[in-house]
C-alpha cells in the first residue's frame, strides 16, 4: 500500500464519524474554496500567520505529494481548507497553533531552523519520530497527537475537492 492509498483509507467514512469536523462542514469549505479558484482570485489566509500558512503548505504536501494520478495537497486546495476550518471551527484554533509551533520548535532544537528551513531529509526525521503513533517515544506524544489530527484533516480535504 503505498502513501496515497493509506491516506485514502484514513478518510474513510468510520473514521469520519470520529473526527471533530462534520460533513457538512467538509463540503461547506471544499465548496468555497472551489468558488475562489474558479475566479481565479488568490488566497489570503484569515486565521494562520504567513510563516503557519507556509508550513502549512510544506506539511500538506509532504502528506499527499503530486505523483501519476493526481496533483499534490496544495494542488487540491488544502491549506486553504484548513484556513476555512480554522475559522468555523475555533476549538481546532489552539491545537493547530500548537503543533505548528512544536513542529518549529523540535527542528530549531535539533537542526537550528524552523521546519520550513530544514532540509527535506531533516523534516523527514522528524516526520518519522511523529507519523507512526505504536513507534513513537513517549516524549514525541505531543506531536504524535498533532500530526494525526493534521493528517486527518489534510486527507478530509484531498479527498471533499476535485481533484
Not at 67 to 88: L, Y
Request: aromatic share 10%.
Amino acid at each position: 500500500m503505498d502513501r496515497r492509498d493509506a491516506v485514502r483509507l484514513l478518510g474513510s467514512a468510520p473514521l469520519a464519524a470520529a473526527l471533530p469536523w462534520s460533513l457538512p462542514d467538509v463540503q461547506r469549505a471544499a465548496h468555497a474554496v472551489a468558488r475562489l479558484r474558479a475566479r481565479d482570485q488568490a488566497f489570503q489566509p484569515n486565521f494562520f500567520t504567513p510563516h503557519e500558512y507556509g508550513t502549512v503548505r510544506v506539511l500538506v504536501d509532504l502528506i499527499i505529494p503530486n505523483d501519476e494520478r493526481s496533483g499534490s495537497a496544495t494542488d487540491a486546495g488544502v491549506p486553504e481548507f484548513m484556513d476555512f476550518m480554522m475559522t468555523d471551527r475555533p476549538q481546532m484554533q489552539e491545537p493547530m497553533r500548537g503543533g505548528l509551533a512544536w513542529l518549529d520548535t523540535e527542528c530549531r532544537e535539533r537542526f537550528g531552523a524552523a521546519f520550513v528551513d530544514v532540509s527535506d531529509a531533516q523534516r523527514g526525521a522528524v516526520l518519522d519520530d511523529i507519523a507512526w503513533p505504536a513507534r513513537a517515544r513517549p516524549e514525541m506524544s505531543q506531536g504524535v497527537a498533532f500530526f494525526n489530527r493534521f493528517r486527518d484533516l489534510t486527507a478530509s480535504g484531498f479527498w471533499s475537492s476535485k481533484m
